[in-house]
């Protein structure tokens, strides 16, 4: 089985950083694409930054040099690097990763992690 768990979220200060990470149960090295999602009461669920292979990545305006998505194959965990937080990063927070040919491409979701920031 397949299962992904987000870690690291909190109640931060507007400026501070948080690290969230994401545990793959299985072999993070069989998602040929990871990343993290966020979703804010009242907003639609939206892409926060990519990776595509070891160091293909993508991010949202939004966070553009402030974030850092990242992973650890030795250890099965990827990473969101959370950087000059800011209110507007306040949301449930999502990573997910999606599977190579061996898991039929299947998409895996994380049950989220809570970010607060406080200005």
């Known amino acids: 089985q397949v299962q992904l768990e987000e870690s690291g979220g909190g109640l931060v200060q507007a400026g501070e950083s948080l690290r969230l990470s994401c545990a793959v149960s299985g072999t993070i090295v069989s998602m040929y694409a990871i990343g993290w999602h966020r979703q804010a009461p009242g907003k639609q669920r939206e892409l926060v930054a990519a990776?595509?292979?070891?160091?293909?990545?993508r991010y949202a305006d939004s966070v553009k040099g402030r974030f850092i998505i990242s992973r650890d194959n030795g250890k099965n965990i990827m990473y969101l690097q959370m950087n000059d937080l800011k209110p507007e990063d306040t949301a449930l927070y999502f990573c997910n990763g999606r599977g190579d040919y061996s898991l039929n491409y299947t998409t895996y979701w994380g049950q989220g992690t809570q970010v607060t920031v406080s200005s």
């Open positions: 990776m595509l292979g070891q160091d293909i990545t």
